[in-house]
């Protein structure tokens, strides 16, 4: 019997598995007709606080996350923000909104995440802001982070779409060394709504305060608007459908923890190379991404063979034609421009089996051979 295609990802077998819960949280909802705001978001926003030991503010996106909290910080016209160009384009694409300059510098080769040295010499009089991407589901050395951003005052809003669960090397969460994190509930992310979601997480409860405040058009009370915001809100079924997965995201992300381990296992000593963890991080494994000799053979190869695999991300920021405006030029950041060259992600969810995983491996490893 042979073992059924591995696609890059797939949600209905947890679906199926959380089918009974779900349904009854959505019901309840509907129910109660309380479809913004209210108890269902209060809720959610307790347990997601909670568990960062920090405020939670539901937010309708991981877009919409960043945007509000540059827009809660007044990062605008005239500010530069520092961030990485090897991240999805919402990170670079928030900050050109508000109206601010993204600048970019280069990656670490060995972990991808954002380079500490890099961050500390591009900071400049402008600078308004730091916007670290813990990315793949790692994160970067946030207390290091810190020690640079403090010695400017400058504020620190971690970009945690991709690492709810992750630890730092100091055993540190999202929101612990920053201003705020934000997080977003895409259906894929390691904790994913049925639809769009997001949140913000600060230990400031001022600024958790004003988070909310901007998600409602700026209001103080109604029809009173103190400053600029939006309509960032978070549905209520979301919130519901959140919740209830919550409770699972540590048993899921440690088997995601767990798949990982195989893969490096699997890849350690052949032409493939594994995704490295810096020392001391706890990794969720949002993502686990290869560099890979004749990454396009293999990415066809695999194809070929019914195992899913994506490149994340294949042009780096700096060069997208919406930023030729910033004046940026190829081989002007090599690490990330090679690390677009040579990655490939392969399938790492909860719900793979382990004939699936050594399916997976078994047929990269074979490309080589
Ligand atoms: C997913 C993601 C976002 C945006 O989140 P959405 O919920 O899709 O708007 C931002 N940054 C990174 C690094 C992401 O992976």
Not at 20 to 32: C, N, Q
Not at 114 to 133: D, K, Q, R, S
């Amino acid at each position: 019997m042979s073992t059924p295609n591995v696609p890059l990802f797939e949600l209905t077998t947890q679906y199926q598995l959380l089918r009974p819960e779900i349904e009854a949280a959505v019901i309840k909802v509907l129910e109660s007709q309380q479809f913004t705001g209210g108890w269902a978001v209060e809720s959610f926003e307790q347990k997601l606080g909670a568990l960062h030991g920090a405020h939670a503010v539901a937010i309708s996106s991981g877009t919409d996350a960043l945007l509000a909290a540059l827009m809660a910080l007044g990062i605008g016209a005239g500010a530069e923000v520092i961030t990485t160009p090897f991240t999805f384009f919402a990170t670079a694409g928030t900050i050109a909104r508000t109206g601010a300059k993204p600048v970019f510098v280069d990656i670490d080769p060995d972990t991808f995440l954002i380079n500490l040295p890099a961050v500390a010499a591009a900071i400049t009089p402008a600078t308004g802001a730091i916007m670290p991407v813990h990315l793949f589901g790692q994160m970067v050395n946030a207390l290091k982070l810190a020690e640079i951003a403090c010695r400017h005052n400058l504020p620190v809003i971690e970009d945690s779409a991709q690492s709810i669960g992750a630890l730092d090397a100091t055993g540190a969460v999202m929101g612990t060394h920053s201003r705020c994190a934000a997080l977003s509930f895409y259906p894929t992310k390691n904790l994913g709504a049925y639809g769009d979601g997001g949140a913000l997480i600060t230990r400031d409860a001022t600024l958790a305060a004003r988070f909310k405040q901007t998600r409602q058009h700026g209001e103080t009370s109604r029809y009173h608007h103190e400053f600029v915001g939006g309509n960032f809100r978070l549905d209520a079924i979301q919130c519901a459908i959140l919740e209830v997965k919550l409770k699972y995201l540590d048993q899921w992300n440690n088997r995601r923890r767990a798949i990982g381990a195989y893969y490096n296992q699997r890849f350690a000593g052949s032409a493939v190379i594994a995704p490295v963890t810096a020392p001391g991080n706890h990794h969720v494994y949002h993502q686990y991404v290869i560099r890979a000799p004749k990454r396009d053979a293999l990415r066809d190869h695999l194809t070929k063979h019914g195992v899913g695999c994506n490149i994340y991300y294949p042009r780096s920021l700096h060069l997208q034609e919406c930023f030729a405006n910033l004046g940026y030029k190829p081989g002007q950041f090599p690490h990330t421009e090679q690390a677009c060259a040579e990655v490939l992600a392969l399938p790492i969810y909860p719900e793979l089996t382990d004939a699936q995983i050594t399916r997976v491996a078994d047929t990269v490893l074979a490309f080589y051979q």
